[in-house]
Structures are given as structure tokens and as C-alpha cells.
């Protein structure tokens, strides 16, 4: 196998284990801090459909992250908690991790997402 065919081989192994993680949710999003791609394990734990998680802006299920979202996009990654408010009423405790990435050869976040135990 040539290297370029073993490259095209892990980012198609590695996106589809992102895709079925399970219990650990994976946000990309973008400059403009709207979600592009989310995995299952994303939808279920904000309660959303995909179609209707992607464009949602980060943070608008969070409270008080702005200060996390700008720090994230300054620093190669940054970790952190906070709780998400569904749209059911429930809170969710969370702790995350996010750092730059790449798609396409543009610049994009991604953010890896799990329930906090208390």
C-alpha cells in the first residue's frame, strides 16, 4: 500500500470511530462558532436531531462559556467543564476537551464532549 492510500485508509478508520464512540459526543465547528458535524453520540446527549444541531452556535445550550470558547480558539487546546441545558429542561454536567483542526485544508475546532460525574 503506497502512503497516500494508507492515509485516504486511517482518516476513513478514524471518522468512522468518531462517528460510532459511543457516550463520548464530537463537535466540529467552525470561525464563526456554528456546528458543521456532530457525531451520534453528539445528538443524544443534547437531545437534538443532527439536522437540527448543525448551525446551532457554540455555546447557546451553555451557559458562561464565552470565556472557554475564546480561550480555545487562541490556545492549541484547552479543557475545561460546564453543564448543558436542554431544550427538555434537563442539565448536563460536562467536561470537554477541544483543539484546532483542519478540514478540507480550512481551519476548524473540534470538540470532544462527556458527561461529568459529580
Known amino acids: 500500500m503506497d502512503a497516500e492510500t494508507g492515509r485516504i485508509l486511517q482518516r476513513t478508520l478514524l471518522g468512522e470511530a468518531v462517528e460510532l ?69 434537563e442539565s448536563i454536567p460536562l467536561e470537554w476537551v477541544t483543539a484546532h483542526t483542519r478540514v478540507a485544508g480550512l481551519p476548524y475546532y473540534v470538540s470532544v464532549v462527556w458527561r461529568r460525574v459529580i
Open 21 to 89: 464512540v459511543e457516550q463520548v459526543a464530537v463537535f466540529v465547528w467552525n470561525e464563526e462558532r456554528r456546528y458543521v458535524a456532530v457525531n451520534d453520540a453528539a445528538c443524544e446527549l443534547v437531545g437534538l436531531r443532527r439536522e437540527d444541531l448543525i448551525g446551532i452556535r457554540v455555546g447557546e445550550m451553555s451557559p458562561d462559556v464565552d470565556e472557554a470558547v475564546a480561550e480555545a480558539r487562541t490556545l492549541p487546546f484547552r479543557h475545561g467543564t460546564s453543564s448543558l441545558e436542554r431544550r427538555d429542561g
